[in-house]
């Protein structure tokens, strides 16, 4: 077999899982409830941050706080100061991709 294959959980458990950690790519699978959050920190390398379901609520530097609904990507520098939360009643679901890998 060629390729490799990676499973993501599916329910509405919280969850942060790290389903790929290479030297090429991070790719992250979360799942958070209401009032779920991240820690406040800065991003380790360009993040491509897709809503899967639910409503981010997401302050990026020193900008007031946006929110973006299923279906949008988005496209976050290195270095930027990131406050991922999920402030509504439906479960949140992001798929995070980090490339080039931290530390790259």
Avoid: C, W
Wanted: proline share 6%; glycine share 6%; net charge negative.
């Amino acid at each position: 077999m060629i390729e490799q294959i990676y499973q993501m959980v599916q329910n509405n458990n919280p969850t942060i899982e790290k389903v790929i950690a290479d030297e090429n790519v991070h790719f992250n699978h979360m799942i958070l409830g209401k009032s779920e959050g991240l820690p406040e920190h800065f991003s380790n390398s360009n993040v491509y941050m897709a809503v899967i379901r639910g409503l981010l609520s997401i302050g990026l530097d020193e900008q007031e706080i946006h929110e973006y609904p299923m279906g949008t990507v988005l496209k976050i520098p290195k270095g930027i100061k990131m406050n991922v939360k999920n402030q509504h009643d439906e479960t949140l679901e992001l798929i995070v991709i980090k490339v080039p890998a931290p530390g790259k």
